[in-house]
């Protein structure tokens, strides 16, 4: 082999294998991990994170309700999970400010390499699989949250899972904050009115015209009840180029979600089930002015100080802890938040006469 068919053989390796990892700036874009649970029903009425980690659904004045859902292909080799929604109630009078979104966030820290805001700014390609119930057309934007830029793309869906691949143009003006907020935002806009569609569409510019954010052959994901959207394997990363998908282990996926979410149930197991896998046991503590508490370490430094809740392992209640004495649930409180713990106690005014241990289970939020 000459050496220019060696050079052209590595390119090609290098190109299409897993080598130089920590591509996929996505986290769980596999769909693997759901901590919250694998089903959601009638959503629409407020935004949330509702199953497949790090993906939320973000509404605005539609009387659309979609499930969402973390699916279970068999028709896409490489991959086992898959985020899908499926729109439940139509909403074909669509009003100005409407809109359904299903973003991604960044944190400010974690995209650096775009260098964006400088003369050096990096393109980025933004991949995935796709497929619905019928051809479609729907908008991909990815948005500077901190100086209020963006740039969208068209991309089409057919009734079979298809790999989209989109370059966006790096950005020279608006540099990002480098910091543990949202920063970088990916939309998957499937439902908009005219305040964010009644312009018209530039592909692959960026600006800071509302209006013109959304393509101008964008299908409405609420226009009837058969409509299902399936999405999986997504991927950012810096450059022109769309590498194959960056595979990480369930375990690495699920430490990188805990930075943001995490919980004492089993990782298959949703929040208020009443099960005792996975709960807190622990022996009572007694401070200084003799009340009783107890601390929790979380498993990963999350991102921000979280909002905890507990919940009975015997009832699934939220806010309570059982009473190893009589089995009771007793209402708790939490106090000593912080990014790596907090502690959980009876709340006020709740007597003292306790067991020797008490059992809670906790979830702790710190999604962007």
């Known amino acids: ?11 090609e390796v290098l190109t299409n294998s897993q080598i130089g990892g920590r591509r996929n700036m996505v986290i769980n874009g596999a769909m693997q991990v759901a901590q919250r649970g694998t089903s959601a029903t009638d959503l629409g009425a407020s935004d949330g994170y509702f199953t497949v980690d790090r993906f939320q659904l973000n ?9 969402m859902t973390q699916d279970s292909p068999t028709d896409l080799s490489g991959f086992t999970k898959a985020l899908k929604l499926d729109c439940t109630t139509a909403d ?14 960044l944190e400010g820290q974690d995209v650096q390499q775009l260098k964006k805001g400088t003369s ?32 969208s793309q068209e991309f089409s869906v057919t ?18 904050g ?27 510019v960026w600006h800071t015209t509302n209006n013109q954010r959304v393509g101008d052959n964008q299908t409405s994901f609420a226009d009837s009840t ?59 503590i007694r401070n200084a002015s003799n009340q009783n508490y107890w601390h929790v370490q979380t498993y990963q430094t999350m991102r921000s100080q979280p ?34 713990g907090f502690s959980i106690r009876p709340n006020s005014g709740t007597s003292n006469d306790l067991g020797d241990v008490v059992a809670v289970h906790w979830v702790a939020d710190s999604e962007l």
């Open 92 to 105: 074909t009078s669509i009003g100005a400010d409407e809109f359904i979104i299903l973003h991604y966030k």
């Open 1 to 11: 082999m000459t050496k220019a068919a060696e050079l052209a053989k590595m390119g």
């Open 307 to 340: 909002s905890v809740t507990t919940h009975s392992p015997a009832t699934g209640t939220s806010g309570k802890f059982e009473n190893d004495t009589d089995g009771a649930d007793r209402d708790s409180a939490v106090s000593n938040t912080s990014n790596t």
């Open 59 to 67: 509404f605005s004045s539609t009387s659309a309700r979609l499930t």
């Open 178 to 204: 480098n910091d543990n907020g949202n920063s970088i935002r990916l939309n998957f806009w499937l439902h908009v009115g005219s305040d964010f569609a009644g312009g018209t569409h530039t592909s692959n």
């Open 226 to 284: 058969d409509r299902t959207f399936f999405l999986t394997g997504l991927q950012m990363e810096v450059g022109s180029q769309a590498t194959p998908f960056e595979h990480r282990s369930f375990g690495e996926e699920l430490a990188l979600c805990q930075r943001y979410f995490q919980k004492s149930y089993a990782d298959n197991v949703a929040p208020s089930t009443v099960t005792n896998n996975g709960a807190f046991w622990t022996n009572i």
């Open 120 to 151: 050096d700014a990096e393109k980025i390609t933004v991949s995935f699989y796709v497929k619905a119930n019928a051809n479609a057309t729907y908008t991909l934007e990815i948005e500077d949250v901190d100086n209020n830029r963006y740039n």
């Open 159 to 176: 009734t079979s899972w298809n790999r989209v691949s989109l370059t966006f143009d790096g950005d020279t003006t608006g540099v990002l």
